[in-house]
């Protein structure tokens, strides 16, 4: 899952975005709202974090912008502002949840957990599930029945992504960006490998879920 974190607190950025890949989650940060705007609306980002007091341009204005947009990503607002009329204000602009500072680490990754849930079909236990298989976040672990196998981080990145997509066709181009980012210079074979290893991982297994190749687009998950 690939995060944006928009936060001008340097100290608190860099605390915030080593919690999250600490997590197993793929995170950019961005120190200002037009820098925010701008990674937004790419819409490779399953969350965005975002900052009320910013420079530039205020939370309020970037999540406004995107909402006109009609980007619906879902928003957590942070704010040092813990009023009932701020929090009003924001969830009025189109956030789905608010975040007083200072704020415990379980607690930002329970409103994580529960913000992302409507992506994918997700268990209680927040493990992931398609056809036969499930996917384990907090062992990075493939299953099905008693069978299982551990992946590795970006073996669990495709295939997260994959499962969240559903039966939709995942291209290369949107897997590339969303897992290793617009400045890397990872290619389609870097996908193809990931593939490539994923399949033998779900015929370890014994699951019926196979990974379909579009010819010329990209990946599907059939189950």
């Known amino acids: 899952m690939r995060i944006l974190l928009v936060e001008d607190e340097q100290h608190l950025s860099e605390a915030v975005a080593y919690i999250l890949k600490k997590n197993h989650y793929t995170v950019d940060t961005v120190y200002d709202g037009q820098s925010g705007?701008?990674?937004?609306?790419?819409?490779?980002?399953?969350?965005?974090?975002?900052?009320?007091?910013?420079?530039?341009m205020d939370g309020i204005q970037v999540l406004q912008t995107l909402r006109?947009?009609?980007?619906?990503?879902p928003v957590l607002l942070l704010s040092a502002k813990s009023e009932i009329q701020d929090k009003?204000?924001?969830?009025?602009?189109?956030?789905?949840?608010?975040?007083?500072?200072?704020?415990?680490?379980?607690?930002?990754?329970?409103?994580?957990?529960?913000?992302?849930?409507?992506?994918?079909?997700?268990?209680?236990?927040?493990?992931?599930?398609?056809?036969?298989?499930?996917?384990?976040?907090?062992?990075?672990?493939?299953?099905?029945?008693?069978?299982?196998v551990n992946l590795t981080q970006k073996?669990?990145?495709?295939?997260?992504?994959?499962?969240?997509?559903?039966?939709?066709?995942s291209p290369k181009e949107q897997i590339i960006e969303k897992l290793w980012g617009f400045d890397s210079d990872a290619e389609a074979n870097h996908v193809e490998v990931y593939v490539s290893f994923l399949r033998k991982k779900l015929n370890f297994v014994k699951s019926n879920v196979t990974i379909h190749a579009v010819r010329g687009v990209g990946y599907v998950l059939k189950a």
């Open 88 to 148: 009003v204000q924001g969830l009025d602009s189109g956030a789905d949840d608010y975040l007083a500072k200072p704020f415990s680490t379980d607690e930002l990754l329970a409103r994580i957990r529960a913000l992302t849930r409507r992506k994918g079909e997700i268990a209680a236990d927040n493990n992931l599930t398609f056809g036969d298989i499930t996917l384990i976040p907090s062992t990075m672990t493939l299953s099905r029945g008693n069978l299982s």
């Open 155 to 169: 073996e669990f990145q495709v295939l997260e992504h994959l499962i969240r997509r559903g039966n939709m066709i």
């Open 68 to 73: 006109r947009s009609h980007l619906d990503t």
């Open 37 to 56: 705007l701008d990674y937004a609306q790419t819409g490779i980002y399953d969350l965005i974090i975002l900052d009320i007091m910013l420079p530039v």
